[in-house]
Nanobody, 127 residues
Framework: QVQLVESGGGLVQAGGSLTLTCAAS????????MGWFRQAPGKEREFVAA????????YYADSVKGRFTVSRDNAKNMAYLRMNTLKPEDAAVYYC????????????????????WGQGTQVTVSS
């Protein structure tokens, strides 16, 4: 069983930066891809970023490309989402999730392939 615990959310002014952390328990963490999703009020959960188990390949939603950076440290069972130049539309509950690994390169945007999910951390962006 894998458990994911997110932290680092909070209130930040537009244009500022914030780093989210995902701490994973379970020995299989380092062998599976993972992703970040977010859900804003009144909207469905959407894909934000993803990373392969090696950390060599990353994927980003067009809306965050160039501003967000996903990374991981398998030795520490940790994953990160660095968010720069935050915009009001970035405000949401952010979730980290661990993927099954099946056809990840083709389905990384889809929620259905992610087996474990964190509880979410709130990011609020003020203007």
């Amino acid at each position: 069983q894998v458990q994911l615990v997110e932290s680092g959310g909070g209130l930040v002014q537009a244009g500022g930066s914030l780093t989210l952390t995902c701490a994973a328990s379970g020995r299989t963490f380092s062998r599976y891809p993972m992703g970040w999703f977010r859900q804003a009020p009144g909207k469905e959960r959407e894909f934000v970023a993803a990373i392969t188990w090696t950390g060599l390949t990353t994927y980003y939603a067009d809306s965050v490309k160039g501003r967000f950076t996903v990374s991981r440290d398998n030795a520490k069972n940790m994953a990160y989402l660095r968010m720069n130049t935050l915009k009001p539309e970035d405000a949401a509950v952010y979730y980290c999730a661990l993927h099954s690994g099946d056809r990840f390169g083709s389905v990384y945007r889809l929620q259905s392939g992610y087996r474990y999910w964190g509880q979410g951390t709130q990011v609020t962006v003020s203007s």
